[in-house]
């Protein structure tokens, strides 16, 4: 239980300093990024493609093991199906995204530094979670 | 290549080297709005690694932006209803299609998913469009 904590704070730590350092936290960089029609910037280009191209090296082998190092048996999501609910909530999230420029990783990452709008859009995102568990329920 | 773009392919792997760290140790997937989700509405006994994983990438991401020279700032002006409508929009998106950037861009992509690489293409698809909106035909 411990060591599966530390473990997922070196893990977490790693990925928050990947955030800050590849610029995946300035929003006016994402933003860039998706303004293809405008002044596009592809940095973000680098940093998708740096941490795709790692996992997909680097997993294959991971997954060859029959079992994780510090755990029972590897959680993975094991649906297959591309239904509405998938198609949907990925197009929401998209909307959410391409206003202001954050996803959760690099939002949670602002929290780090103080960031004004962190403080306003991470209690939104929790909301929305919550008002997704409300919806979903009944 | 620039600087910018070398700190970006290097942030970038060390984000895969992250997520490859979670699924080696503990066998779990660093998608971030599910860890997130799994410390709001705890239903296990797996609330204490998940707990560490934000802590880590929290204060980890504060220290760099905040001691790092030259490390990017962040945004400040930014209008507080588009924060909260969008932030409502990303809770509510990424939960109901069961991941974000990281669970479905990241981890899903990594291992081959189809299903993850659809919802990729989906939610690339419609922040294009959307900022496509807010910037040249909302101004």
């Known amino acids: 239980m411990k060591r599966l904590s530390i473990a997922a704070l070196a893990s977490g730590?790693?990925?928050?300093i990947g955030l800050a350092m590849s610029g995946m936290t300035d929003p006016r960089r994402v933003l860039g990024f998706l303004d293809i029609f405008g002044q596009f910037d592809p940095t973000l280009m680098f940093v998708l493609g740096g941490a795709v191209a790692t996992t997909m090296l680097?997993?294959?082998?991971?997954?060859?093991?029959?079992?994780p190092v510090l755990a029972a048996s590897f959680q993975l999501s094991n649906l297959k199906h591309v239904d509405r609910r998938l198609l949907g909530g990925a197009a929401i999230f998209g909307v959410g995204w391409g206003i202001a420029g954050y996803c959760p990783g690099p939002a949670l990452a602002g929290l780090g530094i103080r960031s004004p709008e962190a403080l306003w859009f991470v209690p939104a995102l929790i909301a929305g979670s919550l008002l997704h568990r409300l919806v979903?329920?009944? | 290549m620039s600087s910018t773009w070398l700190l970006a392919l290097a942030g970038g792997v060390l984000i895969g080297l992250a997520a490859t760290l979670l699924l080696w140790l503990n066998g779990r997937v660093a998608g971030i709005s599910g860890i997130l989700n799994g410390?709001?509405?705890?239903?296990?006994?797996?609330?204490?690694w998940r707990g560490a994983f934000l802590l880590g990438l929290i204060a980890a991401a504060g220290i760099y932006m905040a001691f790092v020279p030259r490390a990017p700032q962040p945004r400040a002006d930014f209008p507080r209803a588009g924060l909260v409508v969008a932030g409502l929009l990303v809770g509510f998106g990424t939960r109901?299609?069961?991941?974000?950037?990281?669970?479905?861009?990241?981890?899903?992509?990594g291992r081959l998913s189809v299903r993850s690489l659809i919802a990729v293409c989906t939610f690339m698809a419609t922040a294009v469009a959307t900022t496509f909106a807010v910037r040249h035909l909302w101004s």
């Open chain 1, 13 to 16: 730590a790693m990925f928050g």
């Open chain 2, 39 to 48: 410390v709001l509405f705890p239903h296990s006994r797996d609330v204490a």
């Open chain 1, 58 to 67: 680097l997993f294959r082998f991971v997954l060859r093991r029959g079992s």
């Open chain 2, 96 to 109: 109901m299609g069961n991941g974000c950037t990281s669970g479905h861009g990241v981890c899903g992509i």
């Open chain 1, 136 to 138: 979903h329920r009944t």
